[in-house]
C-alpha cells in the first residue's frame, strides 16, 4: 500500500507543472466543497441550536443547515426559538437562502449578493400581564448578564461613507406577525407579509426621485459628484435601483401595502402607502378599560404619497395626494348606540417640513348619528369618552408634595420661560384646511336636566367652511342648515322648525357676523319648559325670524332683521280654553343693539290676536295664576347677582317701535262664578298705536276702533307712553249703545235685579302726569228698565230702584259725568278702585240725597227737601215757591219719581201763633170792627177805641182780672224800673195792652188736632202749588198723614222721592 502510494507521488512529481498545478487546484477545491458543503453545514446544524440556546436562554431548534461550495448559497430550513414554556414559537422560519453572486461581486468590485429569500418568517410578540414585561424580556436579561464589558471608545475617525454592497433580489415571503396584549386582551395578527426589495445598491442615486426641497437638489448633486470621484466609474445615477415594496395582509383582511425607491446617502426615500379595510375593532381593547364607550365597528382607509431626503442640519419630509377615511365607526353604552359614523374622509393630505405646511383639500363628514344623555350630570358623551382616572395616580399628586412642587416650579420656571421665549421664536406649523362639510348629520338628545325627558332631534344638520386656517390669522365663512323637532315620549321623526346661517367667524378676534334664518319654529315644543313657572298651555305657534347678526366677546351685539309668530294658540289651566291666540305677528324692521342698550321695531303688526279671560265658580281667573309660585331659594345669591346686574346695567335700556297694528282683534270675557254665568267680547278690533318710545317726552298715539258683542262701537284715541319712568297717559275711551241685558248675571248678583232693557254709552277721558291721574266719566245709559229681583245674597243694600228713577230724565236717559283723580304713587293705589269708588260715590250720593242730586242735576245748590212756613200759616212765601218749580221742572224731567209731602210744625211757635189768631178773632167779634189793623200785635196794639174795649173786656171776662187793677200793678213796675214817680200816659197804656194781650194769648187753649190741621194745610198747599201751578201730574204727588203722628220738628213741610 505504502509502495503504492509512493509510486503514485514519484509519477505526479514527474508529472507536467500544468498537471500539478491543476491537481493542487482540484483537491484544494474538493477540499474546499468537503469543507463548505458537509463539514460546516453538519457543525453549524448540530453546535448552533446549543449555542443559541446558551445565548438567548431559549430552546433554539434548526432543521436543517445546507451550503451549495459551488454557488456559494446557503440554506437554513426550520429555524425556531421557543417561547420560554417550550410550547409556542417565539421566532421562526420555514427557510432562509442566501446566495452570493461572486462573480458580480469579483467583476465590479463590489459585494453583491444574488438573492436573499426568507420563507414564512413568524414573530410572536407579547405583552405579559403584572409587570412582567414581554414575553422576549428574557432574552434581553440574558443577554446582558452574558455580555462582556465594551471596551473604552477609540478615537472616531472621520466617516468615509456608506461601505458599498448590492443585492439582486431580496424577498421576504408568506411572513406572519402576531402580537398578544395580556392586560388588555388585545391580539393582532398579519400574515401575508412579503417584502421585495430588488436592485439594491447602498451607493445608488436616484434620480428621478423629486428633492423635497430646492436646497435638496444642491445636496444631491454635490452627494453625486463626491461619490462618483471617490468611488468606481460603475457607480451611476439611476432610476431603476433599490425599489422596494411591502404587503401586509391583516387576520381581518385589512391590508397595508408600502411602495417606493430610496437611497442611502444622503438618504433619500420616495413611495406611497396604502392602508385598507382596518378594523378599528382589533385595536380597540388597548383603550376599552380607559373608556365607558364601546367600539361596535370602523374601519380605516388611508393612501399617501410621501418623500423624505437628508439634508445639512436637517432631515425634510413631505407628502401629498393622501387621503384617509373612517367608515362605518359605531360606539355603543349599554347595549344603547350612542354614535354612528358612515363616513369622514380627509381629501387631497399633502404635509411640507420645510414650509412647516398640512395642507388638506377638504375634510367631509356625512350621516353622523349621535343620541346623548343630558342631565344634571352634563351631558353622558362626555363621561362615556373621557379616560378613566387612575385613584392611585391622583393620590400621588396629594397636597403632601404641594410644597416641594411649588418649590421646583419656582426653580423651573426661570428655565422654562427662557425655552418658552426661544421656541416662541421658531416657526410653528401652519395646518390649511380649505373645504370643511359635514352633511345629514342626525344628532339626538334625550334632555333631563330641566325636565323629566324631552328627546331633541337636529337632523338633518349640515356645516360648511371655507378656508381654515391653524393659526386662525383669517376668518372663517361658513353655512349652517339645521331642522329641530322634540317629542316627550319617543325620539321625533318630522322636523319642527328649520334654521340656516351664513357669515364668517374670526375666531382670532373672537367676533362673528352673518345672516340668520329660523322658518317656523314650533314654539309648542317648549311647553315641557314652561310648566314648573306658568300655568298655560302653549298649544301651537310658528317662530321665524330672518336678518344679520354681529357679536363679539366685549359685550357688542347687534341684530338686524325682521321676525314672525304665527298661529300662536296659548291655553290656560283653568278651564283649557284660549287665552291668547292670533293668526299671525309680524315684527318688521327689527333693530337691536346690546352695546347700545336699544332696541328698534318699524312695525308689530297683529292679525287676528285674541284673549280670553275668565273666571270659574270658585271666582279665580284664567290670569290670575299664570306664574307659578317659586320656592324662595339662595336670598343671598339672589340679592348679589342683583347688585352685580345693577353695576352692569347702569344705560337704561332704550325702546323705540314705530307703531303697532291690530286687524281684526277681539278680546273675550266669561265670569262663571255667577248665575247665571256671564259672557261678553270685543270684536273686529282694528287700529294702530304709533311712535311707541321710551326717550323721555315723546308720546305715542293710539287709534283703536272696534265692537262690543258685534254692535256696539268702541273707540280708544289719545296718546301713551308706559315706557319712561312716570308713564305718561292722555286717552279717550268711547264706547256707544252696548245692550245691557249682556250683563244681566252681573246685575242679577251684584244689584239685586235683572235687566230687562238697555243700552250703555260711555266716554272716558284720562290723564296720566307726574304719577297724578286726572280722569271725566261720561256715562250715558238709555231705556234702562229693571227686571225681577234675583234675591242675591250678594246684592247691594242700596235702594237701585230709586237711583235710577232719580238720575233717569224724561226721555229714558241716565247721563252722569264722573270726575275722578288719584296718586299713582300710593302704595293702595289702582285704576279700578279709583273708578268704581268714583261711580259708587254717585250712586249712594242719589239714594241718600236725593234732592241733592236733582238739584245738582239741575244746576243749583238749594235743598229741596224742606219748604220752610212762616209760623202758624200754611201759605207758600215766593222764596219756597222757587224752589218748588225747580222741584217741578226736576219731577217733570224725571218721570220715574213720586213725590210724597209731609207737613210739619213746631209746637211751641205754631201753637203761639194759633192762639194770637184765635184772639184775634175773638178781638174782632168783640169789638164789632170790619177788620183787624194790618200787623196786630201786642206792641202795635190802639190806645183806644172799639178793639181796646173788646180787650179789656175779653181780659175781665176770660181771666176774671180788674183791669184797674192791672194798671196799678204795671204802673208800680215802671216806677220800679224808671225811678220815677210820675209815669208817661202812653206809656203806661202801651204796656197794660201788651201784658192783657199775651196774657189772653197765653190763656188760649190749642189743642193737638189744630197743630196737626196746620200740618196737613201745609202739605196739601205744597200739592196745590205743584199740580194747579206747575202742572205736576197729581198721581206723581202724594200727601202722607201729618196728623196721626204729628211732625213737631219745624215749621215746614218735608219732602221725599220714590221710585215709580
Not at 342 to 347: E, G, I, N, Q, S
Request: with cysteine.
Amino acid at each position: 500500500m505504502l509502495s503504492a502510494l509512493k509510486k503514485t507521488y514519484q509519477r505526479f512529481k514527474q508529472a507536467p507543472t500544468t498537471v500539478r498545478v491543476l491537481t493542487y487546484l482540484g483537491c484544494t477545491y474538493a477540499g474546499y466543497a468537503l469543507i463548505l458543503g458537509l463539514i460546516i453545514p453538519a457543525v453549524a446544524q448540530s453546535q448552533a441550536p446549543k449555542m443559541l440556546s446558551e445565548l438567548l436562554g431559549r430552546n433554539v431548534n434548526v432543521e436543517k443547515v445546507s451550503i451549495n461550495p459551488f454557488l456559494l448559497r446557503v440554506r437554513i430550513d426550520g429555524f425556531d426559538i421557543r417561547e420560554s414554556n417550550i410550547k409556542h414559537s417565539f421566532v421562526r422560519f420555514d427557510q432562509l437562502d442566501v446566495q452570493v453572486g461572486f462573480w458580480q461581486s469579483l467583476l465590479n468590485l463590489t459585494p453583491t449578493v444574488d438573492h436573499l429569500y426568507l420563507v414564512k418568517p413568524q414573530v410572536n410578540i407579547s405583552r405579559l400581564n403584572h409587570s412582567a414585561g414581554f414575553n422576549f424580556t428574557d432574552i434581553l436579561n440574558t443577554l446582558a448578564k452574558n455580555s462582556t464589558p465594551a471596551p473604552q471608545d477609540e478615537p472616531q475617525t472621520e466617516s468615509s461613507g456608506l461601505p458599498a454592497f448590492r443585492a439582486n433580489d431580496i424577498q421576504l415571503s408568506q411572513g406572519l406577525f402576531d402580537f398578544r396584549d395580556e392586560p388588555t386582551g388585545a391580539h393582532l395578527k398579519y400574515q401575508g407579509l412579503n417584502i421585495n426589495l430588488p436592485k439594491l445598491d447602498s451607493q445608488a442615486l436616484v434620480t428621478q426621485m423629486a428633492p423635497v426641497s430646492a436646497q435638496a437638489d444642491k445636496v444631491v448633486s454635490a452627494s453625486a459628484s463626491n461619490l462618483q470621484k471617490s468611488t468606481s466609474d460603475n457607480h451611476k445615477t439611476t432610476s431603476n435601483q433599490n425599489h422596494f415594496a411591502i404587503n401586509v395582509t391583516g387576520a381581518d383582511n385589512g391590508k397595508l401595502s408600502l411602495e417606493g425607491q430610496f437611497q442611502l446617502q444622503p438618504f433619500a426615500i420616495n413611495g406611497k402607502l396604502a392602508m385598507n379595510n382596518i378594523t378599528l375593532a382589533n385595536f380597540w381593547p388597548f383603550a376599552e378599560k380607559q373608556l365607558q364607550a364601546k367600539l361596535v365597528s370602523g374601519k380605516i382607509n388611508f393612501a399617501t404619497h410621501f418623500k423624505a431626503s437628508e439634508e445639512p442640519n436637517q432631515f425634510d419630509y413631505s407628502t401629498d395626494k393622501g387621503s384617509f377615511e373612517l367608515l362605518n365607526l359605531a360606539f355603543d353604552a349599554d347595549n344603547q348606540p350612542k354614535i354612528k359614523l358612515p363616513r369622514l374622509a380627509l381629501d387631497n393630505i399633502a404635509l411640507n417640513s420645510q414650509k412647516q405646511v398640512v395642507d388638506i383639500d377638504a375634510l367631509n363628514i356625512e350621516g353622523l348619528w349621535v343620541d346623548a344623555l343630558l342631565n344634571k350630570d352634563g351631558i353622558d358623551l362626555q363621561s362615556l369618552f373621557t379616560p378613566k382616572e387612575d385613584a392611585t395616580a391622583s393620590n400621588a399628586n396629594s397636597p403632601k408634595k404641594s410644597t416641594e412642587s411649588d418649590e421646583a416650579s419656582i426653580e423651573t420656571s426661570k428655565t422654562t420661560d427662557t425655552n418658552s421665549a426661544q421656541n416662541n421664536q421658531a416657526p410653528s406649523w401652519l395646518v390649511r384646511l380649505h373645504t370643511f362639510s359635514m352633511k345629514d348629520t342626525d344628532i339626538n338628545v334625550n334632555e333631563k336636566m330641566v325636565s323629566n325627558g324631552v328627546h331633541w332631534r337636529v337632523y338633518p344638520l349640515s356645516i360648511s367652511t371655507d378656508e381654515v386656517l391653524s393659526d386662525l390669522s383669517k376668518p372663517i365663512k361658513y353655512n349652517v342648515d339645521l331642522s329641530v323637532n322634540s317629542w316627550i315620549k319617543a325620539q321625533p321623526e318630522q322636523p319642527r322648525g328649520s334654521f340656516s346661517s351664513s357669515g364668517s367667524i374670526d375666531a382670532k378676534k373672537l367676533t362673528f357676523n352673518g345672516d340668520v334664518n329660523l322658518s317656523k319654529l314650533d314654539l309648542s315644543q317648549f311647553q315641557t319648559y314652561l310648566d314648573p313657572y306658568l300655568n298655560v298651555k302653549l298649544q301651537s305657534g310658528l317662530l321665524s325670524t330672518k336678518g344679520n347678526y354681529a357679536a363679539d366677546t366685549k359685550g357688542n351685539a347687534t341684530y338686524s332683521g325682521q321676525a314672525n309668530i304665527s298661529n300662536l294658540l296659548v291655553r290656560d289651566r283653568l278651564e283649557n280654553q284660549p287665552l291668547v291666540k292670533w293668526a299671525d305677528m309680524g315684527i318688521s324692521s327689527l333693530q337691536f343693539d346690546l352695546a347700545k342698550q336699544h332696541l328698534k321695531i318699524g312695525t308689530i303688526a297683529f292679525n287676528a290676536p285674541y284673549s280670553k279671560v275668565l273666571i270659574d265658580r270658585n271666582r279665580q281667573t284664567n290670569i290670575g295664576s299664570l306664574v307659578k309660585a317659586q320656592p324662595n331659594t339662595a336670598k343671598g345669591n339672589n340679592a348679589k347677582k342683583a347688585n352685580a346686574s345693577s353695576k352692569t346695567a347702569s344705560k337704561p335700556f332704550a325702546v323705540d317701535i314705530g307703531q303697532i297694528t291690530i286687524k281684526n282683534g277681539s278680546t273675550y270675557f266669561a265670569d262663571y262664578s255667577l248665575t247665571p254665568s256671564f259672557a261678553s267680547g270685543i270684536e273686529l278690533l282694528n287700529g294702530s298705536i304709533k311712535n311707541l318710545s321710551s326717550t323721555p317726552g315723546t308720546k305715542a298715539t293710539v287709534n283703536l276702533n272696534g265692537k262690543i258683542d258685534k254692535y256696539a262701537p268702541v273707540t280708544l284715541k289719545g296718546a301713551v307712553n308706559p315706557l319712561i319712568k312716570n308713564p305718561y297717559l292722555d286717552l279717550d275711551l268711547i264706547i256707544k249703545s252696548v245692550e245691557l241685558t249682556s250683563v244681566n248675571p252681573y246685575s242679577g248678583t251684584y244689584a239685586g235685579y235683572y235687566i230687562d232693557k238697555g243700552q250703555l254709552s260711555l266716554t272716558l277721558k284720562y290723564q296720566l302726569e307726574n304719577n297724578q291721574l286726572v280722569g271725566e266719566n261720561h256715562v250715558v245709559i238709555d231705556q234702562l228698565k229693571l227686571g225681577e229681583p234675583s234675591k242675591s245674597d250678594l246684592a247691594t243694600s242700596l235702594p237701585l230702584s230709586l237711583a235710577i228713577a232719580i238720575l233717569q230724565d224724561r226721555h229714558g236717559v241716565i247721563d252722569l259725568g264722573v270726575q275722578v283723580s288719584g296718586d299713582v304713587n300710593k302704595p293702595d293705589f289702582s285704576f279700578g278702585s279709583v273708578i268704581w269708588g268714583a261711580f259708587v260715590n254717585v250712586l249712594t250720593k242719589a239714594v241718600t240725597s236725593p234732592f241733592s242730586m236733582l238739584a245738582s242735576l239741575a244746576g243749583s245748590d238749594q235743598e229741596l227737601n224742606r219748604i220752610d212756613y212762616e209760623v202758624g200759616k200754611s201759605t207758600l212765601s215766593d222764596t219756597e215757591k222757587d224752589k218748588l218749580a225747580m222741584l217741578a221742572k226736576a219731577l217733570d224731567d224725571r218721570p220715574m219719581l213720586k213725590l210724597s209731602i209731609v207737613g210739619s210744625v213746631s209746637e211751641a211757635e205754631d201753637s203761639r201763633a194759633i192762639a194770637e189768631e184765635k184772639l184775634q178773632n175773638l178781638l174782632l167779634k168783640e169789638s164789632g170792627d170790619a177788620a183787624l189793623p194790618e200787623n196786630l200785635t201786642a206792641s202795635r196794639f190802639p190806645q183806644d177805641g172799639d178793639l181796646v174795649d173788646a180787650l179789656e173786656d175779653l181780659f175781665e171776662d176770660q181771666l176774671k182780672k180788674d183791669v184797674d187793677d192791672e194798671q196799678d200793678k204795671i204802673e208800680k213796675q215802671i216806677q220800679t224800673e224808671t225811678g220815677k214817680k210820675d209815669v208817661d200816659d202812653t206809656q203806661l197804656t202801651t204796656a197794660l195792652h201788651i201784658s192783657m194781650y199775651n196774657q189772653l194769648v197765653d190763656a188760649q187753649n190749642v189743642i193737638p188736632d189744630e197743630l196737626g190741621s196746620l200740618a196737613e194745610a201745609r202739605a196739601r198747599t205744597i200739592k196745590a202749588y205743584l199740580v194747579d201751578e206747575q202742572q205736576v201730574d197729581p198721581a206723581r204727588v202724594f200727601i202722607l198723614d201729618s196728623t196721626t203722628k204729628l211732625k213737631t220738628e219745624a215749621s215746614a213741610a218735608e219732602l221725599t222721592l220714590d221710585a215709580n
